[in-house]
């Protein structure tokens, strides 16, 4: 029982939060530039930011992850930290030789006034910056918004700072990939192609952070966005954002800047949001939705009829990302399941209205908080007052599901504890149909666990 | 990969043993280069994993929500009892409390951390942002404590005030602070304290197991398997007996000067070093022979059954090649023996933390050829391993999926170890998982091997 501590009683707490569920922006914003091809991210900040990124990154993908850092020391805390970006940015080039280095700053270097925009435009005046390379920036204080704040602000800068307008639109459509993993991204460019359209999808860690076993470790896998394609997305003839959080905003960065219009999607998880997304793309594009995607939405809603009554009424605890838990929350009230808890750690009132209204129209008795506060330990006590049939989060649940003794799936950010995410998509139609074997295999094994030996059955 | 070198800036940090020619030492004890994609952490680390163990403390830490969330239970380290050091707190500093300042809010969690869970002590780890905001956690650690009648211990592990050895410092003061505070009644005069030794997959128990058969008693571990009553009584033993000597040196010389505890170093890793710190602690207690006598026994018991169990492995890794990169030099030393004792060589060695000395020693005990490291990167481990073609990495959890990428075999000595790799019994774990881990039939369907279709 480690955590037996845990009470009933829910308190109000005015400073304390007990088992996270979210953590610093900066994190994201590594995630995040790991998906643009020939790009090495840089910590702005002391070498433990890196090093503790790096570290969760690799536990989360098995794979190496490479990054760097300012290394900051006192003198620098003191004087600011723009000698040290300036000595990473030479080094950079000189060793690592990425195409592009990709800055993301921490609550240290914020809160000493540091400048990226400023730093790296003396960088690229005193020359620093070689022929054809980049430095791109993003600000990612991690005492605002949480890891997921930290990847929509890093997307949003490679729209902001890559993408130009040529005066000539090109036959292409941009895709903004909110908070997803490597073989999500790579099923939303199989759907694209299969939808007949051409896309830039950025960022794109497929081929990243998934990459092949060859022998060699090489410092920069062979996916990722490419700079072109970045360049590019500015003559596309529109975007459509997946992820109102962690999406939307390079969306907008590239409405303004290049006037690209938008459309902004929940990410495809479930029956619902993948219609809307397969919909999107036909509308927007002019495109008939062809056969083949017609026959995966068919399968999908095939199994949700075989299996209906293994579904119906189960109580379900769910923990994350905003932009995962939304249509997420809509799949399993599609599947007549009942949503009971819901908690983000992260904040922000768009996603807070977002899922009151989901819940409000669909599951009005749903307890749900995000923000601050809104950790694992509140939604243990609310577990423990209204127990629950299965709990979805990342790989911190399965204190609460053993606890509670109950069948979890691993869904989210990090998943430390198992494979599978990196390789198996949970979007579109075939990887909500993963997503619908997955909850049906932890509940029936639970049944068939706890069955009666006479109630035991063969055929399910 | 063959066209990157060696980091500019790097070069006095690398070494190949060449005993024909004069060498200069290894610089090390440096911070890391900015720009380098090092393997290293920083002070508020070091502190964390020295005080993790203690398991019916509270650690808040008292910054934004990142420290506290990736130092969330990513550490082995095993409680025989209460698990407080498992669970994850922090004040998650927002943008109001950095203006304003975050020590109302540093003190309503304390106050509410011990109500809830009624700890025997807490820690306060301030990290980064609270160096700069100047929250002063002292003023309010001393009124919680007051106000609560437990021990409440600032931590001063701000991120970028050193390196992670300055954590390890800033943990040791801590510690400082709590013994001395409990009695010593009844404590033998055949006692010791265990330092350094921080219980990952019971590694603790194993060594606390020896020495107890050995008549001696062990008055406190720290901190693995770690309680506060116990910490305050340490100053009752005879002997400190320091294993990870980055982390715990420092506390021992302390003792020492306050509380005239003598100190000895030693490892427990692999069979020569095992015996050794049995035999050593021995030597302290010459008016007792039996604690000698007993000491052989264990040694002479224990490598009765592990060795015959050895030849096997050792049969198969025969001329394998190994690569050492940890964090402290002193696992090193031990790593060599051990896998020489396995019938394998060592052609990288290296660590994130080692001083001047432990580069002599290494270099001294190092075959000729020899890589050796201070503070290394990806880059440069990838470059050696297949140069020196190491059959073998053992490193933590950043170097792992580049051994594996390589296709080359790993074991983790670090945080993530699953079996205990100390004692006798983890001199056997270790050649155990060396040898699935290089003998696997993965790597031959690896590119490297020829295994490509």
Request: include cysteine.
């Amino acid at each position: 029982m480690l955590l037996r501590h845990t009470s009933k009683e829910v308190k109000v707490r005015e400073g304390l939060t007990i088992n996270p569920a979210k953590t610093c922006q900066p994190i994201g914003a590594m995630y995040a530039a790991l998906g643009i091809h020939g790009c090495l991210p840089h910590s702005h900040g002391s070498q433990g930011c890196c090093s503790y990124h790096r570290s969760t990154l690799t536990r989360h993908y098995k794979e190496p992850v490479m990054a760097a850092t300012s290394s900051f020391t006192e003198g620098a805390s003191v004087f600011g930290g723009q000698a040290n970006l300036l000595a990473a940015i030479d080094t950079i080039f000189a060793v690592y030789d990425p195409d592009i280095i990709a800055v993301h700053s921490t609550c240290l270097s914020e809160t000493i006034g540091d400048d990226l925009q400023q730093i790296t435009k003396k960088a690229s005046d005193d020359g620093k910056i070689p022929e054809g390379k980049y430095v791109i920036y993003a600000s990612t204080p991690s005492f605002v918004g949480s890891h997921v704040t930290g990847y929509a602000n890093m997307v949003a800068g490679m729209a902001n700072q890559f993408a130009e307008s040529t005066g000539e639109k090109k036959s292409q459509y941009n895709m903004i990939a909110g908070w997803m993993e490597p073989s999500d991204m790579r099923e939303i460019k199989r759907l694209a192609k299969v939808m007949g359209i051409n896309i830039v999808l950025f960022p794109d860690t497929s081929d990243v952070l998934d990459a092949p076993q060859t022998g060699k470790h090489v410092f920069y896998p062979k996916g990722g966005t490419t700079v072109a394609e970045l360049k590019s997305s500015g003559d596309s003839l529109a975007s459509l954002a997946l992820g109102s959080i962690s999406a939307e905003p390079a969306a907008i960065a590239l409405e303004k800047k290049c006037k690209v219009p938008f459309e902004t999607l929940d990410i495809p998880i479930g029956l619902s949001a993948t219609d809307r997304f397969i919909m999107a793309i036909s509308k927007v594009a002019g495109v008939a939705v062809p056969d083949e995607i017609t026959a995966e939405r068919g399968r999908l809603v095939d199994v949700m009829a075989d299996m209906e009554q293994y579904l119906h009424g189960k109580r379900v605890a769910l923990f994350g990302d905003p932009d995962q838990l939304l249509p997420l929350t809509e799949f399993l009230l599609d599947l007549s399941m009942k949503p009971v808890h819901i908690v983000s750690g992260t904040p922000g009132q768009r996603f807070e209205k977002q899922m009151r209204a989901l819940l409000e129209e669909r599951s009005p008795e749903t307890n749900f908080k995000s923000g601050l506060h809104a950790d694992m330990f509140l939604l243990h006590q609310w577990m423990k007052n209204e127990p629950v049939d299965l709990l979805i989060g990342n790989t911190y649940g399965k204190y609460m599901a053993r606890d509670e003794d109950i069948p979890f799936i691993r869904f989210g950010f990090p998943i430390l504890d198992r494979i599978g995410h990196s390789y198996f998509p949970n979007i579109g139609y075939s990887g909500s149909l993963r997503m619908l074997e997955k909850i049906l295999n932890v509940l029936m094994d639970r049944q068939d666990r706890d069955a009666l030996e006479e109630k035991f059955e063969l055929v399910m | 990969m063959e066209q990157i070198g060696i980091l500019e800036g790097r070069e006095r940090q690398v070494l190949e043993k060449n005993s024909g020619v004069a060498q200069a030492d290894i610089a090390c004890d440096t911070s890391s280069l900015s720009g380098s994609v090092s393997q290293r952490a920083c002070v508020f680390c070091g502190s964390r994993v020295v005080l993790y163990p203690v398991a019916d403390a509270i650690h808040l830490v008292h910054g934004p929500i990142g420290c506290a969330a990736y130092t969330w239970d990513i550490r082995g380290a095993v409680s025989s009892g209460p698990e407080l050091h498992r669970l994850s707190f922090s004040t998650d500093l927002q943008e109001m409390d950095v203006i304003y300042g975050g020590e109302k809010k540093l003190y309503h969690s304390l106050i509410e951390l011990i109500e809830q869970y009624k700890p025997k002590a807490a820690f306060i780890y301030s990290t980064c942002i609270v160096g700069l905001i100047g929250d002063d956690i002292d003023a309010v650690c001393k009124k919680v404590a007051k106000e609560t009648g437990i021990p409440v211990l600032p931590v001063h592990s701000e991120g970028f005030k050193g390196t992670k050895k300055d954590g390890y410092k800033a943990a040791c003061l801590a510690l400082m602070k709590l013994i001395g505070t409990g009695s010593t009644d009844g404590i033998s005069k055949y006692s010791i304290n265990i330092l350094g030794e921080f219980n990952l997959a019971g590694e603790a128990w194993i060594i606390r197991q020896y020495y107890e058969k050995m008549g001696i008693e062990v008055v406190s571990t720290l901190t693995g398997d770690g309680r506060i009553d116990a910490v305050r009584r340490a100053h009752g033993a005879s002997l400190n007996v320091v294993q990870c000597s980055g982390s715990m040196t420092w506390l021992a010389k302390e003792m020492e000067e306050k509380y005239g505890i003598p100190y000895i170093r030693v490892s427990y890793f692999g069979i020569e070093d095992m015996s050794k710190s049995l035999y050593d602690v021995a030597l302290h207690f010459p008016d007792r022979p039996e604690i000698m006598e007993a000491a052989k026994q264990i040694v002479s018991e224990e490598v009765k059954t592990l060795y015959p169990s050895l030849q096997k492995f050792k049969k198969a890794l025969q001329g394998k090649k190994a690569a050492i990169y940890v964090g402290g030099a002193f696992k090193t030393f031990s790593l060599i023996k051990a896998l020489r004792s396995i019938g394998m060589s060592v052609v990288l060695a290296g660590s994130q933390t080692g001083n001047k000395d432990d580069y002599a020693r290494l270099k001294e005990m190092c075959d000729e050829g020899t890589v050796i490291v201070d503070d290394s990167n990806p880059v440069e481990l990838s470059k050696f391993i297949l140069e020196k073609e190491a059959d073998l990495l053992i490193g933590g959890v950043k170097e792992r999926p580049i051994a594996f990428k390589l296709g080359v075999a790993f074991c983790d000595h670090n945080h993530e170890r699953k079996i205990p790799l100390a004692g006798f019994i983890g001199m056997y774990n270790f050649a155990l998982e060396v040898y699935q881990s290089v003998m696997s039939p993965v790597w031959q369907f690896a590119p490297r091997k020829g295994g490509s279709l």
